[in-house]
């Protein structure tokens, strides 16, 4: 085992160097793109992160809602750099009621004994049923543990009602192009990303931003995907900086993935978006969100149903043909 660790040490065997998306990952809160929202002076997520115990109260715990990939998991990360603190971190995936308690009951120790706060983050919480999300109670009601849970589902419908009216709901807005534009250009200069070893021109960072659909995780696959590709095809013994051509970020990706769940809040969304389209007489806004919906593979008896409905309820006796062609 010595033997291995010094190999480690000193080089001669390599560690996976981790993802680019990781190592390009915040330390701060004034390094995250993305979220002004949430992070005015004084807000929940500046005490959490920068002001462990000061002000009337102890910092709250939060729960942040939001798609994949705009910076649930990077906040709590940046909670966690947050000085005279513990930071715990569990997946609902995997995690189960004894391991919560054992959080919990090791939480009140190090109050009571070191003056320690534990801040608990709790990915993808919605997959806790609710007699797990029950056992957080006790911890979140006396502030054992600051919990910050992160969830990609509605939390009105995924999160029950008292471990909701015990946290401060945060709703994180998606990326703009711009801000994805930024996080790549930091990517390619920064010493943690490419450092300067790759150039990647505007029209290849639009083609990646679009190809990204506004998830920062995604947009930096892609664009350490397209690097390799660049940096292979350029030969054996390259000579930095290589330029990402169109080609490579193809290669890449080909194809913009469209974020969709047959289940949760973009299935509700998007067929309610198509039936006011259709309702406000907007055909193009029609036609896209048909599009979108077939695109990931929706079920066309769904979207027949509603047309049938929306030809009787909001057409009606306007066109008396429309319910028959609908059917």
Known sequence: MNDLLDALDDGSIKRPRPPLAVRMRPKTLDELVGQGHLLGPGSPLRQLAEHPETGLAGPASVILY???????????????????????????????????RRVIEQAKDDRDLRGVTTVLFLDEIHRFNKAQQDALLPGVENRVVVLVAATTENPSFSVISPLLSRSLLLT???????????????????????????????????????LAQGDARRSLTVLEAAGAVAWNAAG????????????HVQLAMDQAVQRYDKDGDQHYDIISAFIKSIRGSDVDAALHYLARMLSAGEDPRFIARRLMISASEDIGMADSTALPLAV
């Open 66 to 100: 939001g798609p994949p990939g705009i910076g649930k998991t990077t906040i709590a990360h940046v909670i966690a750099r947050a000085t005279d603190r513990k930071f715990v971190e569990l997946s609902a995936i995997t995690a189960g009621v004894k391991d919560v």
């Open 172 to 210: 994180l807005r998606p990326l703009t192009d711009g801000d994805l534009a930024q996080l790549l250009d930091r990517a390619v200069l920064d010493e943690r990303g490419f450092d300067a070893q790759v150039v990647l021109p505007e029209a290849q960072r639009d083609a990646i931003v679009r």
């Open 236 to 247: 054996t013994k390259p000579e930095p900086p290589i330029e990402i051509l169109d080609e």
